[in-house]
C-alpha cells in the first residue's frame, strides 16, 4: 500500500508520496508556499488535504487542495458567518 506523508513548515505545505516499502519517496511543490502552516490532514473521503496556514498579512485560515499538490484554496465554507443585530 502506498504511503502518503504530509509536512507542514514555515514553507508550506509538502506532500510526499512513498511506494509500500517506503524506498522510494516523491515531493510535491510547496502549496501555501511561503506560509506558516500548522496543521494538515488528509480526508480520504474526497482526497483533499486541508492545512491550518497563518500569514502575517492575511492571518489565519483554513487552505483545501483537492487535487493533493498542486493547488491550495480558501476554504470559503470555514469562514464562521457573523452574527447580525
Same mark, same amino acid.
Given at each position: 500500500?502506498?504511503?502518503l506523508?504530509? =509536512?507542514?513548515?514555515?514553507?508550506?505545505?509538502?506532500?510526499?508520496k512513498?511506494d509500500?516499502?517506503?524506498?522510494?519517496?516523491t515531493?510535491?511543490?510547496p502549496?501555501?508556499?511561503?506560509?506558516d502552516?500548522? +496543521? #494538515?490532514?488528509?480526508d480520504p473521503?474526497?482526497l483533499? =488535504?486541508?492545512? #491550518? =496556514?497563518?500569514?502575517? $498579512?492575511?492571518?489565519a485560515?483554513?487552505? $483545501?487542495?483537492?487535487?493533493l499538490?498542486?493547488?491550495? $484554496?480558501l476554504?470559503r465554507g470555514?469562514?464562521?458567518k457573523? #452574527?447580525? +443585530?
Open positions: 500500500m502506498p504511503v506523508l504530509l =509536512v507542514g513548515t514555515r514553507e508550506g505545505t509538502f506532500v510526499l512513498g509500500s516499502g517506503r524506498n522510494r519517496w515531493t510535491s511543490v502549496f501555501s508556499a511561503g506560509e502552516v500548522y +496543521h #494538515a490532514v488528509f473521503r474526497d483533499s =488535504v486541508w492545512t #491550518a =496556514v497563518n500569514s502575517p $498579512v492575511w492571518g485560515r483554513l487552505q $483545501v487542495t483537492r487535487d499538490d498542486r493547488t491550495a $484554496v476554504d470555514s469562514i464562521p457573523t #452574527a447580525s +443585530h
